[in-house]
């Protein structure tokens, strides 16, 4: 078999004070922290589309990097060949995920059905190397946005042919995913939104999004599907007005058509910031509702406007991401798939491990630091005296829903003005950096 990263060596531990680039400085697989081995914690998994198919193409340029993988051109072969560089990387990396877009991993046909074929001889190829490894999925999905047969969105689409063929690759890729033993299945509305109210029928939109989902969670479930749905949260681009701008968007859409049970979150670091929020807002949005998933772990630049996918190196963001993922009990199902590619530039093979080890490392640091804070307890014990006014008196009988407002309007009549507190925010940010440079 081909070395598609003949540079790249076993990547193991060494340590903070390590300068080899092909060594974990902060990621120790085994390490325990918080109760469990790093590993457990993060789950890392790697992205088949950015990784083995992105070629460094722009809105301004063409491809930058070979992915011909030494110039094949058979579709088929070139598709196995990239199952055989996914699998190299990942156990050099000792990454023990991957995620898929059926489009990823199987090359298109001239027919549907030659396109249902390229993609289940790919899946074989696929679970002979999970056998060989003990590699597992995290989660697959469907891309139904690339081809221009969902130019006007997939389930949201106003041609009903368009609806069906992308209800076909959903049942496709969720065959694929309970095949090779996946426990996560993604839905990201790529084209999922609309331009202009003008020639949209909106209400219609959101109700046949809603019915594919639903028909794809009784598909799942009756064929023996044991995992967790997802939606992935994501404002504009590539339309104007995506149906999944964030989590408390996707939320109020999942109870509006009783989907609540059916699906978590998986928030993208780069989407939050799209949306005008942090990474960890999305987290805690999505953890205080019971929503909490997976993660696509990657980072955007604030400075632009659109969705860059860069490997995350931000140790603060990754702090508080972790911070978040502890306070919500861990990943079950999820992980923290880099959804991330190399720069455009950085057009060699041994760049994209370079990428898989900072982010690793960054997020590796990010859990350590996460366990400090609450190791610390400061700030815990802050928030918990912030609020303890709702522990007695007045306040536990408005969290106890006890109380009225006739009632209230009494309480204010017989008790002066509320003492205000400082909220500290300057303070518990010093602890926050305090911790993290220490």
Known sequence: MKNYFPNVPEVKYEGPNSTNPFAFKYYDANKVVAGKTMKEHCRFALSWWHTLCAGGADPFG????DRTYGNITDPMELAKAKVDAGFELMTKLGIE?????????????????ESKKNLFEIVDYIKEKMDQTGIKLLWGTANNFSHPRFMHGASTSCNADVFAYAAAKIKNALDATIKLGGKGYVFWGGREGYETLLNTDLGLELDNMA??????????????????????PKP?????????????????????YGLEKDFKMNIEANHAT?????????????????????VDANQGDPNLGWDTDQFPTDVHSATLAMLEVLKAGGFTNGGLNFD????????????IAYGYIAGMDTFALGLIKAAEIIDD??????????????KTGIGKAIVDGTTSLEELEQYVLTHSEPVMQSGRQEVLETIVNNILFR
């Open 62 to 65: 063409v491809t930058t990097m």
């Open 97 to 113: 995920f991957f995620c898929f877009h059926d489009a990823d991993i199987a090359p298109e046909g001239d027919t549907f059905e």
């Open 211 to 232: 019915r594919l989902m639903k028909m794809a969670v009784e598909y799942g479930r009756a064929n023996g599907f044991d995992g967790d749905f997802y939606i992935e």
């Open 236 to 256: 504009k681009e590539p339309t104007k007005h995506q149906y999944d701008f964030d989590t408390a968007t996707v939320l109020a859409f999942l109870r509006k």
């Open 274 to 294: 799209l949306a005008g929020h942090t990474f960890e807002h999305e987290l805690a949005m999505a953890r205080v509702n019971g929503a909490f998933g997976s």
């Open 340 to 351: 991330a590619k190399v720069r455009r530039g950085s057009f060699e093979f041994d760049d």
């Open 377 to 390: 307890g400061r700030i815990a014990k802050f928030v918990d005296d912030r609020y303890a006014s709702y």
